[in-house]
């Protein structure tokens, strides 16, 4: 797991969905059940699975919520809710930062890590859009190494796998033989 570390900013209310999707303990079954599905759709986006699920299960908590949706602003949306406790004001108000942020055109770039072992949401900040890993030092870095022993291996190098142990191993390998 990559080391801790506040993450970079992400616009508008992004960071608290960031920050929700993140957290290790997020109470009642249902905001669970929520966090995956946002997290389905944050894979998605980072190109790691297909969203059609995760819309589905999307658009059905919009509909236990009885979630209706309104016009703050001439430049801002949101959905009213119904009443019905915290677990439902939570999801309520995390459903309208997401449904605030696709209508922005911010949403996709809030993606999960490509690093299986990490699995963190980040935004995206590149000009194209095409980030993968949380943290290019750490998540980034680790990938690319591990590419390289991959390929390094495959194609017959002298990675640390391929490098004798011994003498003895070298001179077999090389067909050579002790004349003593």
Not at 47 to 71: Q, V
Not at 113 to 142: L, S, T
Request: charged share 25%; aromatic share 6%; hydrophobic share 40%.
């Amino acid at each position: 797991m990559p080391t801790a570390r506040r993450p970079a900013h992400a616009p508008n209310d992004l960071d608290v969905l960031r920050d929700f999707v993140n957290a290790s303990d997020p109470g009642a079954e249902r905001v669970a059940a929520f966090r995956r599905t946002v997290r389905g759709l944050l894979a998605a986006n980072a190109e790691l699975g297909e969203p059609g699920r995760w819309l589905a299960d999307f658009n059905a908590t919009l509909d236990w919520l009885g979630a209706a949706p309104r016009l703050h602003s001439a430049r801002r949306t949101g959905i009213a809710v119904v009443p019905g406790g915290e677990a439902r004001a939570t999801i309520g108000r995390l459903a309208a930062i997401v449904l605030d942020a696709v209508n922005a055109g911010t949403f996709p770039r809030l993606k999960l890590c490509a690093n299986p072992e990490c699995g963190r949401a980040f935004y995206d900040h590149g000009r194209n859009a095409a980030g993968r890993w949380c943290d290019m030092a750490v998540c980034g870095n680790r990938a690319k190494v591990a590419g390289y022993r991959s390929r390094r291996r495959t194609a017959g190098g002298d990675g640390p796998a391929d490098r004798p142990h011994s003498i003895d191993e070298a001179m077999t390998r090389m067909a050579i033989r002790d004349p003593r």
